[in-house]
């Protein structure tokens, strides 16, 4: 239990929480605001990542270019996504977007030359060979370090630097986004998650709403893509499972899906159940290998996600009186 | 159809094209073996009053659904001020003007009332993603949209209710809202369907004045489903009696009254009722 305590893992909480917190506002709009369900949201987090990884590696790009590039795909992969599956109704498309993301995982797993293939690791490398970038953002969290070095001493470390690059972008971004659910965009697009005939009977283009909140979440979902490129520069494709789609609904069904500003407890939240499963090494547990301990963050996952929806299912911070309107 | 029309053609007969607002050609739909409208034509005259009765599952409804296209017609045309609107989306075709309500008023429960209203009204720059950083234009549009849609709620007896869910109203409020959010569109042509029923008496007459009024001073046109007889006598220039997808009768809220066929499809029992 003494992990706990170690500042360097709440650090590592707190990295983790600013990525999937970005993450997880890409589902918040698509479903709190305007009910799309979308199961597949890891494919364009996967995207953006390999796309970061290939550019970086194969063909030598600067890191900033090859981060634009792999939002700009994400954010087609989810126009791509919605224009052949967004007619569906609800509960169709949250199954089609599943198996979109497993289409471009799979697609990740099959294009060795590309990818790195089943054997899957790509290792974005730094002037020693491994888990770095030899350009521009090294040197940022590098210089990030330096400044902390003084201040917290030895604690000084990448996650920290990471810390203070993401969750300025989170605040950011949940700004805007707090912004952008403020406008008749947005009061048209929460009509649409109840019904489709009224705002098409009042002359909304219903399709054209969810089109672009699908493309605004997915550019919301490459931007975690970007960070998480930068913080783990290995990639794998079992990195990018369905479940970790889930982590992002966990954290948005605990916030409170019509809510952007319980994004962040609910996403410290869930770095501390992420990051402590690790050590989860006591008995009985301890009797579990570590492979084994690893699914234990599954299901305890799954379990949080089960008792928010029976005992909460408005969220931590959500309005009850939402959800139970008939 | 019955030769009705034709005998109180001599007021009615607003075929001359430039006064249609709407006309309808011989549209039909069928959902498998039901036809729930065949071979239907009319014509609606601009600034008219038009209601359309018959008994339920005559095809009423579905002949709205068809005019406002969230249904597409089987066959037939449909002419908006002299455009074809069959064919296309029914979110254009409210854009051109055409609104209609739903039977069972169909709200946005998880919006509130205030909401509700002032989504419905048109050319709005912040229902772009483009106006994003229009902020000036998107909130000066907003805060004239409130205070309409404030007149509207005042109007109906709702403005307590404005910054509550609409999920919480009665389903006579409901229709009320239903009503006032079609209104804040500023159609030229609105389809009713069954806006009444529900509703209390008092309240409906002064509903009546206000459609009265807007279709004065604003020229709108209304096209009304209605089953109390009396208030569709009271409002109504022109009645359309439907029965089994057709219309059987078409005329003079009077001679409609007094219409042998149509009392034995449909009036029959109600005459007794009103009387
Ligand atoms: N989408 C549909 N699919 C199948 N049948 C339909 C559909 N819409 C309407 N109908 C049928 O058409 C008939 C007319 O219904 P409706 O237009 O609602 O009548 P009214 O409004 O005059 O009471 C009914 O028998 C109804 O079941
Ligand atoms: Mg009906």
């Known amino acids: 239990m003494d992990a706990f305590v170690q500042p360097g893992f709440w650090v590592f909480v707190l990295a983790l929480a600013g990525i999937y917190g970005i993450f997880a506002l890409g589902l918040q709009i698509q479903y709190g605001v305007g009910g799309i369900m979308n199961f597949g949201h890891v494919g364009m987090m996967a995207v953006s990542g390999y796309t970061i990884a290939v550019l970086v590696i194969k063909y030598q790009w600067s890191f900033w270019w090859a981060a634009f590039v792999g939002v700009v795909l994400a954010a087609l992969l989810g126009a791509l996504l919605g224009l052949t599956t967004l007619r569906l109704s609800g509960d169709y498309f949250a199954i089609a977007s599943i198996a979109f993301a497993e289409i471009t995982r799979y697609w990740i797993l099959n294009t060795d030359s590309v990818t790195g293939g089943t054997q899957g690791t790509l290792a974005i490398p730094n002037p020693l060979g491994f888990g770095g970038y030899t350009n521009q953002p090294d040197l940022i969290l590098t210089w990030i370090s330096d400044r902390l070095y003084p201040i917290v001493g030895d604690e000084a470390s990448r996650d920290m630097s990471m810390i203070f690059i993401v969750w300025p972008f989170l605040f950011l971004f949940i700004w805007i986004a707090s912004k952008l659910q403020q406008t008749s965009w947005a009061r048209v697009l929460r009509a649409t998650r109840e019904d489709d005939d009224v705002p098409r009977s009042l002359g909304k283009n219903v399709f054209r709403f969810r089109l672009q909140t699908l493309v605004i979440g997915s550019v919301f979902g490459g931007i975690a893509g970007v960070f998480w490129a930068l913080q783990f520069a290995l990639l794998a494709p079992e990195d990018f499972l369905r479940i970790v789609t889930f982590y992002g609904w966990m954290i948005l069904i605990l916030a409170g899906a019509t809510r952007v500003k319980g994004l962040i407890i609910a996403s410290i939240f869930f770095g501390f159940l992420y990051g402590s499963t690790r050590f989860l090494e006591f008995w009985p547990l301890s009797l579990l290998s570590s492979p084994e301990r690893a699914y234990l963050r599954v299901f305890l996952i799954g379990f949080v996600i089960i008792l928010l929806m029976l005992k909460r299912p408005q969220g931590l911070f959500g309005k009850r009186q939402e959800m139970v309107l008939e | ?275």
């Open chain 2, 1 to 275: 159809m019955e030769n009705l029309a034709s005998a109180s053609s001599t007021n009615l007969d607003n075929s001359s094209p430039d006064f249609a607002i709407l006309d309808v050609r011989n549209i039909s739909v069928s959902f498998g073996g039901v036809r729930p409208v065949q071979d239907v034509s009319f014509k609606i005259s601009e600034n008219s009053f038009t209601s359309v009765i018959g008994p339920n599952g005559a095809g009423k409804t579905s002949l709205f659904n068809l005019i406002s296209g969230m249904n597409k017609v089987s066959a037939g045309e449909i002419i908006f001020r002299q455009q074809a609107i069959q064919a296309i989306h029914p979110h254009k075709i409210a854009q051109k003007g055409l609104i209609r309500t739903f039977q069972g008023a169909k709200i946005i429960k998880r919006l509130t009332v205030a909401e509700n209203l002032m989504m419905a009204v048109q050319g709005n720059p912040g229902d772009n993603l483009s106006g994003f950083l229009r902020i000036r234009a998107r909130r000066d549009f907003e805060a004239q949209a409130r205070a309409e849609a404030m007149r509207r709620l005042d109007q109906v007896g709702l403005t307590k209710f404005a910054d509550e869910y609409a999920g919480i109203l009665s389903g006579g409020q409901r229709k009320l809202l239903d009503l006032s959010r079609a209104l804040m569109a500023k159609p030229s042509l609105l389809l009713l369907d069954e806006p009444f029923a529900g509703v209390n008496p008092t309240l409906v007459e002064k509903l009546i004045m206000v459609l009265g009024e807007l279709r004065k001073e604003k020229s709108m046109t209304f096209l009304l489903i209605e089953h109390d007889l009396e208030t569709v006598m009271n409002i109504s220039d022109r009645v359309i009696v439907m029965a089994d997808g057709k219309i059987i009768a078409d005329g003079l809220p009077g001679a409609i009254y007094e219409n042998e066929v149509v009392i034995d499809a449909y009036l029959g029992s109600r005459r007794k009722e009103i009387k």
